[in-house]
T-cell receptor, first 114, second 113 residues
Framework: DAKTTQPDSMESTEGETVHLPCSHA???????IYWYRQVPLQGPEYVTH???QNTTNSMAFLAIASDRKSSTLILPHVSLRDAAVYHC???????????????FGKGAKLTVSP | GGIITQTPKFLIGQEGQKLTLKCQQN?????MYWYRQDSGKGLRLIYY???????QKGDLSEGYDASREKKSSFSLTVTSAQKNEMAVFLC????????????FGSGTRLTVL
């Protein structure tokens, strides 16, 4: 299974734009990059995902390197509610309709100060 | 929208006890998962199921059994609780297609005395 590497923690201040890096040097060609975030006492929440192209939604912008060996989740104008553990993970498995493992690491803890 | 409901939210057991955790989803998703999360650590996959009556072992299946008798429910049994064990068990289901989005419940917090 391909693995990801993230910093253990990052600090920010309200209103800043935060860049959360993720390294996945052994990613396979058909593996998607997923980002989830988790706040205390809750399960992880989906943020975004991508394959090759950069993606954007109401929560975040995902920048994927051209060689796909790294990606960056960009959170514009963070607020206190964005404080969470952010997990960068890769889809493991093959084929539509088949179950597949999704393995999570420790993630990166984002702290947001007022 | 749908929801994943895990019961109970808190579970206290005794060493050696068999304990069952339940998970219900109304997304009509085919695939469901059980993960274990220890304090300050990542999620480890225990079991998953791609359809009713299907069971697939994850990385941490030893010491656990699972059951998927209905599409909407997926239960996990700790076959023999270990003393001083503390963890959060998270259930999830996923959308279909080549890309997968997981939806998680809020977890069952297990304490073994």
């Amino acid at each position: 299974d391909a693995k990801t590497t993230q910093p253990d923690s990052m600090e920010s201040t309200e209103g800043e734009t935060v860049h959360l890096p993720c390294s996945h040097a052994t990613i396979s060609g058909n593996e998607y990059i997923y980002w989830y975030r988790q706040v205390p006492l809750q399960g992880p929440e989906y943020v975004t995902h991508g394959l090759q192209q950069n993606t954007t939604n109401s929560m975040a912008f995902l920048a994927i390197a051209s060689d796909r060996k790294s990606s960056t989740l960009i959170l514009p104008h963070v607020s206190l509610r964005d404080a969470a553990v952010y997990h960068c993970i890769l889809r493991v498995g093959r084929g539509q309709g088949t179950g597949s493992k999704l393995s999570f690491g420790k993630g990166a803890k984002l702290t947001v100060s007022p | 929208g749908g929801i994943i409901t895990q019961t109970p939210k808190f579970l206290i057991g005794q060493e050696g006890q068999k304990l069952t955790l339940k998970c219900q989803q109304n997304f009509n998703h085919d695939t469901m998962y059980w993960y274990r999360q220890d304090s300050g650590k990542g999620l480890r996959l225990i079991y998953y199921s791609i359809t009713e009556n299907d069971l697939q072992k994850g990385d941490l299946s030893e010491g656990y059994d699972a059951s998927r008798e209905k599409k909407s429910s997926f239960s996990l049994t700790v076959t023999s609780a270990q003393k001083n064990e503390m963890a959060v068990f998270l259930c999830a289901s996923r959308t279909g297609g080549s890309a997968e989005t997981l939806y998680f419940g809020s977890g069952t917090r297990l304490t073994v005395l």
